[in-house]
Nanobody, 125 residues
Framework: VQLQASGGGLVQAGGSLRLSCGASGRSFTWHAMAWFRQAPGKERDFVAGINWNGDITDYADSVKGRFTISRDTAKNTLYLQMNSLKPEDTAVYFC???????????????????WGQGTLVTVSS
């Protein structure tokens, strides 16, 4: 089972990026998924989550109104649309999935069983 995050890069403040997280080895159609990020020298933090059905989303206060999480179950892919990026959004972004089906997303790292390798987002001022 593997999650592969992609789409990171260097962008100027105010710009946009879309991250993708593809899954291989199993389907996550019925599973909650989330994005976390880790800035240099800091702990990994919750960014956004989406429940198994895709109809409930949750966001960290710092990204509300700027980031949008979504999923395409047919493609077994998770997305994070990031707009109005700020230098403080600079971090390695990780996607994660819960093993239990029919669950909601949470903000807690231990609740997630599968993790991608991370993709670096750098926002210049």
């Amino acid at each position: 089972v593997q999650l592969q995050a992609s789409g990171g890069g260097l962008v100027q403040a105010g710009g946009s990026l879309r991250l993708s997280c593809g899954a291989s080895g199993r389907s996550f159609t019925w599973h909650a998924m989330a994005w976390f990020r880790q800035a240099p020298g800091k702990e990994r933090d919750f960014v956004a989550g989406i429940n198994w059905n895709g109809d409930i989303t949750d966001y960290a206060d710092s990204v509300k109104g700027r980031f949008t999480i979504s999923r395409d179950t047919a493609k077994n892919t998770l997305y994070l649309q990031m707009n109005s990026l700020k230098p403080e959004d600079t971090a390695v972004y990780f996607c994660a999935a819960r093993a239990a089906p029919f669950t909601d997303a949470t903000m807690r790292e231990p609740d997630y069983d599968f993790w991608g390798q991370g993709t670096l987002v750098t926002v210049s001022s």
